[in-house]
Nanobody, 125 residues
């Protein structure tokens, strides 16, 4: 059974930093993609960042480019999202997602086969 377990969310002041982790168990995604999405109340779940596991290529939403960094640890089967210069508008539940293979757009929710339970990030002004 595949599980994605997120951790690292919390409350931080504007300008601060947080690092989210997503540990995958049950299989590896060496041929696939890992991503982060976020959802604020009353909005859709939006793409934040993605990494192609084998080559390490990274992709970001324009709203987080230059502030967030996605990375992976092959040995730990874990993906990270380092979030710097946080803004109140970054407040959301952050979800880790995994696709077993690259199919379609990595910015689209329906490309991903597995999802974590979500972790709350709150940025105060």
């Amino acid at each position: 059974q595949v599980q994605l377990i997120e951790s690292g969310g919390g409350l931080v002041q504007a300008g601060g930093s947080l690092r989210l982790s997503c540990a995958a168990s049950g299989r590896t995604f060496s041929s696939g993609v890992m991503g982060w999405f976020r959802q604020a109340p009353g909005t859709e779940r939006d793409f934040v960042a993605a990494i192609i596991w084998s080559g390490g290529n990274t992709y970001y939403a324009d709203s987080v480019k230059g502030r967030f960094t996605i990375s992976r640890d092959n040995a730990k089967n874990t993906v990270y999202l380092q979030m710097n210069s946080l803004k109140p508008e970054d407040t959301a539940v952050y979800y880790c997602a995994a696709a077993s293979r690259f199919k379609g757009s990595l910015r689209a929710r329906n490309m991903y086969d597995y999802w974590g339970q979500g972790t709350q990030v709150t940025v105060s002004s």
